[in-house]
């Protein structure tokens, strides 16, 4: 079937484009990177990943490889917060993903399973901090693997603009009580500039201090937008399991579309996407793949386009 019809074989294909993009970016021996224009979300891709890699098991064996080799990048709170907020599909087989990492390296990751036969590849680089899509990493260098490091890569990537606690935490994948705490110490520190906003409830919000030396120097690292990859990377298996799993009449397939929309709808809210569907079966039926391969194209080839 086409790559350019919305089938299984099609999403699978895209969404294998984009990790193995992501994952190059990062370092890995890919062939391509189309993502240096996006800053790259490491645990969403991990969690991700342990789910696509059951379709291609060189992604699964390259990124397994720079996992161990970098895992003093990844963050296990992040991790595990993210994990919360997938279905279980993606849990199992985070589990044994994790489970190959544990056994190689001492780290407190989440997820239990039987580990995968695993020998380094020794393809695999250190990550190039100095590449604009690898501020994440470039961050948490400098600040710790932690909640300051999220919060100021979110902070960054709109220096001018007001966030509350709720949307970095949110963003950050950290608690609330963490983030309201890296605030205040940042705020204190003289990093960031604090507010009111009435017409939210008098909800305490924070930006960069451009007039902080420090705030000033980092501004100038982030080169790139961000990307809810966390949002892309539930959207991007919903459809996966949806082409696997869809009802055969058409009729029964367009109520289907109907609720895995209404399941997805706050995350492609966060995307800025969401199908117009006309009115009638066949109509929903071809509008929603119409959308869907069109998305996963988007999101593989480039992002933020």
Not at 11 to 20: E, F, V
Not at 31 to 47: A, C, F, K, T
Not at 226 to 245: H, P, S
């Amino acid at each position: 079937m086409p790559i350019d019809t919305f089938s299984t074989e099609s999403a699978q294909r895209w969404a294998l484009d984009l990790a193995w993009s992501l994952w190059t970016e990062l370092g890995v021996s890919g062939q391509r990177r189309s993502h240096s224009n996006v800053g790259v979300d490491l645990e969403p891709l991990i969690v991700a990943t342990a789910y696509l890699s059951r379709f291609d098991a060189r992604l699964r064996d390259e990124s397994l490889d720079w996992c161990v080799l970098n895992v003093s990048y990844v963050s296990s709170d992040r991790l595990r917060n993210f994990l919360t907020t997938v279905d279980e599909n993606l849990r199992q087989a985070f589990g044994p993903y994790s489970a190959t990492v544990k056994k190689v390296r001492r780290v407190s990751w989440p997820g239990d399973g039987r580990p995968f036969a695993f020998s380094s590849t020794r393809r695999s680089v250190a990550p190039d901090l100095f590449r604009p899509a690898l501020v994440q990493l470039r961050l948490r260098a400098a600040f710790g693997v932690s909640g300051r490091a999220e919060v100021l890569r979110w902070l960054l990537d709109q220096p001018d603009h007001f966030v509350g606690t709720l949307e970095l935490a949110l963003k950050s994948h950290y608690r609330k009580d963490n983030v309201a705490d890296t605030l205040d110490h940042l705020a204190r520190a003289g990093l960031l500039q604090e507010t009111v906003m009435t017409t939210a409830g008098n909800q305490r919000v924070f930006r960069l201090d451009r007039q902080a030396n420090v705030a000033s120097a980092l501004i100038d690292w982030v080169k790139v937008p961000q990307q809810r990859w966390d949002a892309v990377f539930r959207a991007v298996v919903c459809l996966i399991e949806f082409a696997q799993t869809a009802p055969a009449k058409p009729a029964a397939r367009a109520v289907a579309i109907q609720e895995m929309l209404s399941d997805l709808q706050s995350d492609l809210r966060r995307l800025g996407t969401f199908p117009r569907l006309r009115q009638g079966v066949d109509a929903v039926n071809q509008d929603f793949d119409r959308w869907a391969i069109t998305a996963l194209q988007h999101w593989a080839r480039r992002a933020t386009e």
